[in-house]
Structure formats: C-alpha cells, structure tokens
C-alpha cells in the first residue's frame, strides 16, 4: 500500500512542478542553498519532482515493481514494523544519494538535480539483497540474475559519474543503491548470513 501512496504523491507533485516553474525550483535539489541558506527540505523534496514524464515514469515504474516487493519481504520478517521501515529505507535513500553531491557542490549555486532516483536504486538493491539470483529483466526483455545486474549496474555507474557528460547524477544511483543493500543488514544482521547462503546456493 505504501507503495502506491509514494507513486501517487510523486506522480501529483511532479505534475503540478511541470505546469509551474516556480515550484520546480522551489523544491529541486539545490546543495548551496541547502548548506548557506538552511533550506534543509530540499534534501527530501527533489524527490518528489522529475526533469519530465520520462524521467517521472521510469522511476515510478521501477518503484511500482520493487516497492511491492520489498513491502512484501519486510511483511515477512519485520512484521508490524514493515511501514516504518519501509519509509526508512526510501527517505533513507533519498538522503544517502545526496551526499557526495552535498559535499561537491556546496558552494555551486547552479547546481540542480530531481528526482526519485537514489531512493529507488535503494529499494531496487534491497530486492536484490533478499533474493539475489531473482531474474531482473534489462530492458524488459533480456532476463538477468539480480547479483549480476547489481555488478553492472554498479560498475555501469561509476564509469558514468567519472565521465560526467550525461547530465544525470550516477553517484546518487551508486550512493542509494549501497544504502538499500547495506540498510536490511542493519535492521537484522543475520540476514547476511542469508544473503551469503542464497549467494552460494547454486553450488
């Protein structure tokens, strides 16, 4: 349920910020403004907003996938602390893929980035935390084991962000992604045991 409630909300806001300019700039991610004039929200708000559909529906659509699936493992083994925790993980990944660009660009007023992309890398990583050889499918059509599709989303990333020619911030990817692998081992250590076993499992 959580789930569709961030898509929805999501879904609204961008929409309002593509129909007023005002508010796109109100709410994007803005490091100097965050660290010089205190407008700590817009480490949450990006978020909320996207560059243009394509960018709002992707997102959305990989969230729609993977949320689910998280929702459903934290059911499991969290029980009726799943929500919280849920919620953890996705503003947790918001805020983790702001960092080094936080860092970066404190002092660059011109420097602006949207969108839901850390905190869905995190819930896309946890997935593959909890079953890494589940089939992802690249491009919708070509399936490929999750740990594999981790590797390469990875390395695909940083080679990326050392370019730096594409306008998109692929450290956030990078920086999300590490959160929502490491953050189900903070809440229940064991569960690396799992993974480790699932990892080796077809052996």
């Known amino acids: 349920m959580i789930t569709y409630i961030i898509i929805a909300v999501t879904g609204l806001v961008s929409y309002l910020a593509f129909q007023n ?3 796109m700039d109100k709410l994007q ?3 100097a403004k965050v660290v ?5 929200y ?4 990006h978020a909320f907003i996207h560059a243009n559909w394509s960018h709002l529906i992707v997102n ?3 969230l729609y996938f993977f949320g689910r699936g998280i929702e459903q493992y934290f059911d499991y083994y969290f029980g009726n602390r799943a929500t919280a925790y849920f ?4 503003f947790g990944g918001i805020l983790a893929s702001n960092l080094w660009s936080l860092i970066k660009h404190q002092n660059n007023y011109y420097y602006n980035a949207v969108g839901a992309s850390g905190a869905v890398s995190a819930l896309l990583f946890a997935f593959i935390f909890f079953n890494p050889w589940e089939p992802l499918y690249f491009f919708g059509i070509l399936p490929i084991p999750g740990i594999l599709f981790a590797v390469g989303y990875l390395f695909y990333s940083y080679q990326m962000s050392k370019k730096s020619t594409d306008n998109v911030a692929h450290d956030a990817h990078i920086l999300g992604a590490v959160f929502g692998f490491i953050f189900p081992i903070l809440l229940k250590p064991q569960l690396f045991t799992q993974f480790i076993d699932q990892l080796f499992s077809f052996m």
């Open 36 to 40: 010089h004039q205190k407008q700590y």
């Open 87 to 90: 919620l953890l993980l996705y």
């Open 29 to 31: 991610f803005n490091a």
């Open 42 to 45: 817009r480490l949450i708000s």
């Open 60 to 62: 959305m659509f990989v």
């Open 21 to 23: 300019h005002d508010l």
